[in-house]
Nanobody, 128 residues
Framework: QVQLVESGGGLVQAGGSLRLSCAASGRTFSSYAMGWFRQAPGKEREFVAAIRWSAGSTYYADSVKGRFTISRDNAKNTVYLQMNSLKPEDTAVYYC?????????????????????WGQGTQVTVSS
């Protein structure tokens, strides 16, 4: 089992920056990929970014490409989401997720169904 705890959310003005962290514990050796998803009020959860834990390959939704950066620190068992040039439409609860490999390889790194474990979420609010 893998436990995930997000932090770093908050209120920021449009154009500002935030860095989200996701600390992983438990059987982290089984994690194949980590992803960030978000869910805005009245909308379904959507893909934001993902990274292969070992290889470091990154993937982004078109809506955040060029503004957000996902990274990982193997020593700290932590993944980050650096968010720059934030827009009001980025307002959402952000969730980190871990995939063990089977689901991710079947459904893809951008699919909710590909991930096995989820954090509790952290609120990001961007004001205009």
């Amino acid at each position: 089992q893998v436990q995930l705890v997000e932090s770093g959310g908050g209120l920021v003005q449009a154009g500002g920056s935030l860095r989200l962290s996701c600390a992983a514990s438990g059987r982290t050796f089984s994690s194949y990929a980590m992803g960030w998803f978000r869910q805005a009020p009245g909308k379904e959860r959507e893909f934001v970014a993902a990274i292969r834990w070992s290889a470091g390959s990154t993937y982004y939704a078109d809506s955040v490409k060029g503004r957000f950066t996902i990274s990982r620190d193997n020593a700290k068992n932590t993944v980050y989401l650096q968010m720059n040039s934030l827009k009001p439409e980025d307002t959402a609860v952000y969730y980190c997720a871990a995939g063990q490999g089977g689901g991710v390889t079947t459904y893809g790194l951008r699919a909710i169904q590909g991930y096995d474990f989820w954090g509790q979420g952290t609120q990001v609010t961007v004001s205009s």
